[in-house]
C-alpha cells in the first residue's frame, strides 16, 4: 500500500456532445481517499454495437426511462441527456496509488470504469481483476465485462441442460455441436469458450467474410446464416425427425438472425440470446419453427446468472474464466479480434470515421499515450 499523496489530476473522458459528434469531457479528482485506488488508462475497448446507439441517438435511454421497480421503461422520460460525458466498459489499467492493501501501484487491472484517463476505485463495490503477468495488457479491456458475458451466455446454455448441476463453464456444451450466430466480440468469445470447453463441433455463423476469415484463422467453422442452420440440420442428427442444434448462442442484433438461430435448433431446443435489439425484432417470425417446434428463447445478460447458480457464480468467477481463456489462446485473441489500434486522443476523429465510412472492423482499442 503506497503512502497517502495530497495529488490532484485531470482526468479526461470520451463521449458524445450531441447526435454524430463525439467529444472529450473532463473533470478534476482530488486527494485519494481512504481504502480506494488510483488507475491509469492503459487500453479501453470500444464496443461499437452498444456505443455507436449513442452516437446515432438510437439508444432506448435517449427515448425513455428505466424503471427499475418495475423492470420496465417508461416512454417519453428519457433517462440520459445529451452531452453524454462517459461511455464504456471494457478498460485495462495500471495502479498508480493504492489506499487498500489487495493493490499496489504497478498492478494491471481489467476493470469497467468507462473512456476515461484516469479513475478512482473502490475495490470493495468494483470489479478490479489483476493481470497475470502472461497476458498481454491489451488483452485485459475483455477480463471484466465482455469475457464474462459472453461467458455468461455458455453459463445459461448449461444451465438449459443441467440444470443446477454444473459444476464449471461448458459442462453443458462438451461433447455437443455449437452453433454461434454473429462473429462480433461477444459470438466469437462465446464461440471460443465452447470450443475451451470441449464441443464437438463449433459453427459460427456471420455475413460478413472478413469476420468470417477472422473466425476461421481461430479454428473455428465459418458459414453464413442460411448455410449453418441448413448445416445444423442436416448434419446434428438425434434420430427420427428430431435435428438441429440443443442451444443456439444469438449475438447478432438482427431479427433475421435471431430466426436464423430458431431455424437451427432441433425441436423444444433454446437460443440463448445475447444480443441487443435497440431497433426491435419486426421481422421475427414466431408463427413458424417457434411455435411448431415448441422453441425456447432465453436472454442472458451479464447482471443476471442462471437462476440456481447464483451462489457458485458471480461476475468474478466469469472474469477468471476469460483470464483462463486470454491465457490460453492470447495471441491468436489478439492477432485475429484486435484490428484497429488508436491513439486515445484521435477518437473523436475516428468514431467520425466509423460512422461515415463504416470500415470492415472487430475490435476497436483506444490507447493511451506514454
Given at each position: ?8 489530476r485531470h482526468v479526461?473522458?470520451?463521449g ?7 467529444y472529450?469531457a473532463g473533470y478534476d479528482?482530488?486527494p485519494?481517499?481512504?481504502h480506494?485506488?488510483r488507475?491509469?488508462?492503459l487500453?479501453?475497448?470500444f464496443?461499437a454495437g452498444?456505443e ?9 435511454y ?16 428519457a433517462?440520459?441527456?445529451?452531452p ?14 493504492s489506499?487498500t ?11 469497467t470504469?468507462?473512456h ?12 478490479l481483476?489483476k493481470?497475470?503477468?502472461d497476458?498481454?495488457?491489451?488483452l485485459?479491456?475483455?477480463?471484466a465485462?465482455m469475457g464474462p458475458i459472453?461467458a455468461?451466455g455458455?453459463?445459461?446454455a448449461?444451465?438449459e441442460l443441467?440444470?443446477?448441476n454444473v ?7 462438451r ?8 462473429a ?6 462465446t ?7 470441449g464441443?464437438s463441433e463449433?459453427?459460427i455463423a ?5 469476420r468470417?476469415?477472422r473466425?476461421?484463422?481461430?479454428g473455428l ?5 442460411d ?15 428430431d435435428?438441429g442444434a440443443?442451444v443456439v448462442?444469438?449475438t447478432r ?17 433454446t437460443?440463448?440470446?445475447?444480443a441487443?435489439y ?7 417470425r414466431l ?15 451479464i447482471?443476471?446468472v442462471p ?10 468467477r466469469?472474469?477468471?474464466e476469460?483470464?483462463k ?5 492470447g495471441?491468436e ?5 484486435i ?5 486515445y ?5 475516428f ?9 470492415e ?8 499515450g506514454?
Open positions: 500500500m503506497s503512502e497517502h499523496r495530497p495529488e490532484h479526461r473522458s470520451l458524445v456532445e450531441r447526435p454524430g459528434q463525439a472529450f479528482e482530488g485519494l481517499p481512504e480506494l485506488v488507475l491509469d488508462l487500453y479501453t475497448g464496443s452498444t455507436l446507439t449513442f452516437v446515432k441517438n438510437t439508444n432506448p435517449l427515448h425513455s426511462r428505466w424503471d427499475a421497480g418495475r423492470g420496465v421503461f417508461v416512454g417519453g422520460e433517462s440520459a441527456h445529451f453524454v460525458p462517459f461511455l464504456g466498459y471494457m478498460e485495462c489499467a495500471r495502479v498508480s496509488e489506499r492493501y489487495d493493490y499496489t501501484p504497478g498492478d494491471v487491472v481489467g476493470a470504469f468507462g476515461k484517463t484516469g479513475h478512482t476505485a473502490d475495490p470493495f463495490h468494483e470489479l481483476v493481470l497475470p503477468a497476458v498481454d495488457p491489451i485485459g479491456i475483455y477480463v465485462q459472453a455468461n455458455i453459463l445459461h448449461d444451465a443441467l440444470g443446477p459444476v464449471g463453464l461448458g459442462d453443458g456444451v461433447g455437443r455441436p455449437a452453433l454461434v450466430i454473429g462480433g466480440i461477444v459470438g466469437m468469445l464461440a471460443l469458450f465452447a470450443q475451451a470447453a464441443a463449433v459453427v456471420d455475413p460478413s467474410p472478413f468470417r476469415l473466425a476461421e484463422c481461430l467453422t465459418a458459414m453464413t446464416e448455410e449453418a442452420w441448413a448445416h445444423a440440420k442436416a448434419r446434428w442428427h438425434h434420430g427420427g425427425d435435428r440443443d448462442f444469438q442484433a438482427d431479427a433475421a438472425s435471431l430466426h436464423a438461430a430458431m431455424r437451427a435448433l432441433r425441436p423444444q431446443g437460443v440463448i440470446d445475447l441487443f435497440q431497433g426491435g425484432a419486426d421481422r421475427l408463427g413458424e419453427e417457434f411455435h411448431h417446434n415448441g422453441l425456447n428463447l432465453r436472454c442472458a445478460q447482471n443476471r437462476r440456481g447458480l447464483a451462489q457458485q457464480w458471480d461476475r468474478r466469469l472474469a477468471n476469460t483470464v481463456l486470454l491465457q490460453a489462446r495471441d485473441i489478439k492477432a485475429q479480434l484490428t484497429h489500434v488508436v491513439p486522443d484521435d477518437a473523436p476523429a468514431i467520425d470515421r466509423l460512422v461515415r465510412e463504416r470500415p472492423f472487430l475490435q476497436i482499442v483506444f490507447k493511451a506514454d
